[in-house]
C-alpha cells in the first residue's frame, strides 16, 4: 500500500505574528495563525486564530478556535468557539457554537449539519 501524501507529524503548522500571506492556505493538519492572511483557508483539522491573527477571507475546518478576527464566512464542522476578545464580521455554519461574554459577533448563524454537500470556496479576484 503506497504511502499518501498527508502529513503523520502532529504538530501544528504556525503563522506567526508579523507575517501577512495572501492567497489561500490548505492543510491536511491544524494550524495557528497568529498573522495575518488575505485568502482562504481549509483545513482538515483544527484552526487556531490567536489574539493578533486577522483572516479576511473564508475557513472551512473541523473545529475552530477564535480569539482574533475573521472577517468573511466560517465554515466549521464540529465546534467554534469564540473567545472573549474574539471578533467575527461575517456569517457562521457550524454544528456547536461557544460564544464567550466579550465576543463580537456581526452576521448570520446557521447551526446543523455542516457536512453536507461542500460548495466550492470562490477565489478572491
Not at 456581526?106 to 466550492?120: A, L, Y
Amino acid at each position: 500500500m503506497a504511502k499518501s501524501n498527508e502529513t503523520d507529524n502532529k504538530l501544528p503548522n504556525m503563522i506567526g505574528s508579523g507575517t501577512k500571506i495572501i492567497g489561500n492556505v490548505e492543510t491536511n493538519g491544524d494550524i495557528r495563525i497568529d498573522g495575518e492572511i488575505e485568502g482562504n483557508i481549509i483545513s482538515k483539522g483544527k484552526v487556531v486564530i490567536g489574539s493578533k491573527g486577522k483572516i479576511i477571507g473564508e475557513v472551512q475546518c473541523v473545529n475552530a478556535e477564535l480569539s482574533g478576527l475573521i472577517q468573511g464566512v466560517i465554515k466549521v464542522s464540529e465546534l467554534l468557539s469564540l473567545k472573549n476578545a474574539s471578533k467575527l464580521l461575517g456569517d457562521i455554519f457550524t454544528a456547536k457554537l461557544s460564544i464567550e461574554p466579550g465576543a463580537t459577533f456581526t452576521g448570520s448563524c446557521k447551526m446543523g449539519d455542516v457536512n453536507q454537500p461542500k460548495t466550492e470556496i470562490k477565489e478572491k479576484g
